[in-house]
């Protein structure tokens, strides 16, 4: 397959980049570096290698007629224009389910961190505060109501994690969904309204675009602590701002924002706000296998066999 052109839209993960270049010819970003160069090289691109946060619009689909299949490290594909791709007969998958683990420890953890002021506790220690007298009273994680925005695999292994801790959970998503215990609500409105702490891991897109917004930022009330792993683009960051600023809500947990890698100062400046560089899956042992994976749909592509992992959109139907 070494005859293969591949041409990679994002800085890859060591991880997938190195099995592509061991078996396919691989172009990094030629389209932005080199554009004459990219021109020649075009026709022959019969893959495109992406990130979850890559953006692979239809114009740059329409510049590669050999296209077959759009390959991508990561479970978020909303940066791919799926029809345009299905339209052409392109095949998209991503990695699903390997990281479901690593993004479920992640929203506990930043749940604990938010409620119990983790970083504050440890800025407390380590600037020598605690002689001075005992930090402020935090907020209780067990037996608290949990609300989860979204109850695919990861919403589902977030719920078991809180189930260890007592919770009392609900959850909302597009329908109820009759394999799972938890009780549903219609709305993040009505399910913000009764939860403690609100979870978002809806899948990022169009359809979900704000979803979290001041109302639902208002329903979840003076002591509710918001936690997005999801996409930084579910969420209404200006309207969080607000109400984090205006003790609409009592602080957030942050792992995605709106305009990645770029953080308002307002929140980076909230001691009442928790964030991470969107580590949801930064683990070794992660990573290692969204690499595999992301390599091994192209390879069983290229093969002749089924992919692995086709995003819904691109699945056989039965």
């Avoid at 052409?88 to 119990?116: E, F, S, Y």
């Avoid at 440890?122 to 209780?140: E, Q, S, T």
Wanted: net charge neutral.
């Amino acid at each position: 397959m070494s005859s293969i052109d591949v041409l990679s839209v994002t800085k890859l993960s060591p991880f997938y980049e190195a099995h592509l270049r061991q078996h396919f010819a691989l172009h990094d970003r030629l389209h932005e570096s080199d554009p004459a160069a990219f021109a020649k090289i075009a026709p022959q691109i019969r893959a495109i290698a992406a990130s979850g946060e890559s953006k692979v619009s239809a114009e740059l689909m329409a510049k590669l007629p050999a296209l077959e299949i759009i390959s991508v490290f990561g479970v978020g594909y909303d940066g791919i224009d799926t029809q345009a791709a299905k339209a052409r007969g392109v095949m998209v998958t991503h990695t699903p389910n390997v990281l479901n683990d690593d993004v479920a420890d992640l929203a506990m953890g930043l749940m604990l961190a938010a409620a119990r002021q983790l970083p504050a506790a440890d800025r407390y220690v380590k600037d020598g505060k605690w002689p001075n007298g005992p930090m402020p009273l935090a907020r209780k994680v067990s037996g608290a109501r949990l609300g989860i925005v979204g109850m695919g695999r990861i919403g589902q292994a977030i719920a078991a994690r809180a189930q260890a801790f007592g919770m009392h959970i609900a959850y909302t998503a597009r329908s109820a969904k009759a394999d799972i215990a938890h009780r549903y609500v219609a709305t993040p409105t009505a399910l913000a309204a009764e939860s403690d702490y609100l979870v978002v891991i809806t899948p990022g897109g169009a359809g979900t675009r704000k979803l979290i917004n001041a109302a639902v930022l208002a329903a979840l009330g003076t002591k509710g602590i918001l936690v997005n792993v999801a996409r930084g683009s579910v969420v209404d960051e200006a309207a969080l701002i607000e109400a984090l600023q205006n003790g609409v809500i009592g602080g957030a947990g942050l792992d995605v924002f709106e305009n990645e890698p770029n953080v308002p100062e307002a929140l980076r400046q909230m001691p009442h706000v928790v964030l991470a560089p969107h580590i949801g899956s930064a683990t070794t042992n992660t990573r290692q296998a969204m690499g595999d994976l992301a390599f091994n749909n192209m390879h069983h592509h290229f093969s002749g066999k089924a992919v692995l992992t086709p995003v819904p959109e691109c699945a056989p139907k039965g």
